[in-house]
T-cell receptor, first 116, second 114 residues
Framework: AQTVTQSQPEMSVQEAETVTLSCTYD???????LFWYKQPPSRQMILVIR??????QNATENRFSVNFQKAAKSFSLKISDSQLGDTAMYFC?????????????FGKGTKLSVIP | DVKVTQSSRYLVKRTGEKVFLECVQD?????MFWYRQDPGLGLRLIYF???????EKGDIPEGYSVSREKKERFSLILESASTNQTSMYLC?????????????FGNGTRLTVT
């Protein structure tokens, strides 16, 4: 079974600064997908960024980028130029694709507070 | 945009009651999921479904059942609610296929069992 570990339960960052959220995972699979989801205080979970394990290039989505280290099984999220709207719970998630088994394994989350 | 709608935002029920949590998605997604979210525990999968009338147990199915009679609707049932089922419940849906597609979540239902 896969496990996902987020070692930082809470973090804070000053507005306009950069912050990195950590995520490690454990799997014996060679092909898989990794995700970062964001859950603002209003509660709806939304996708931030997605990485496919067979792609070496790190995914980027505007101010959000990842540092994917496959050998180390590490998948950290970097938020640049932090904004107040980035305040949220952030969940790292692992997905093993396969016939009929599209399901995510989530980490326990990191609560990020952006301080004005 | 995909819309996943959960029928109730907040729900208060008594111990022993039968509880239905409803979820509807409007994008013809094959896959639907029910998660439970608790502080410090993250999201845990209760049940999921690949198609109409098909269901699979997740990590914590005990005390829950599900129903999927129509493709767009996935119901979570607590046959006899207990206080340890007080939690946030999240419904999600996704497309099927060879390429893993991300989940789209509803707003959640905060259930309190007293």
């Amino acid at each position: 079974a896969q496990t996902v570990t987020q070692s930082q339960p809470e973090m804070s960052v000053q507005e306009a600064e950069t912050v990195t959220l950590s995520c490690t995972y454990d799997t014996s699979e060679s092909n898989y997908y990794l995700f970062w989801y964001k859950q603002p205080p209003s509660r709806q979970m939304i996708l931030v960024i997605r990485q496919e394990a067979y792609k070496q290039q790190n995914a980027t989505e505007n101010r959000f980028s990842v540092n994917f280290q496959k050998a180390a099984k590490s998948f950290s999220l970097k938020i640049s130029d932090s904004q107040l709207g980035d305040t949220a719970m952030y969940f790292c998630a692992f997905m093993k694709p396969g016939a009929g088994s599209y399901q995510l394994t989530f980490g326990k989350g990191t609560k990020l507070s952006v301080i004005p | 945009d995909v819309k996943v709608t959960q029928s109730s935002r907040y729900l208060v029920k008594r111990t022993g009651e039968k509880v239905f949590l409803e979820c509807v998605q409007d994008m013809d997604h094959e896959n639907m999921f029910w998660y439970r979210q608790d502080p410090g525990l993250g999201l845990r999968l209760i049940y999921f479904s690949y198609d109409v009338k098909m269901k699979e147990k997740g990590d914590i199915p005990e005390g829950y059942s599900v129903s999927r009679e129509k493709k767009e609707r996935f119901s979570l049932i607590l046959e006899s609610a207990s206080t340890n089922q007080t939690s946030m419940y999240l419904c999600a849906s996704s497309l099927s296929g060879t390429d893993a597609s991300p989940l789209h979540f509803g707003n959640g239902t905060r259930l309190t069992v007293t």
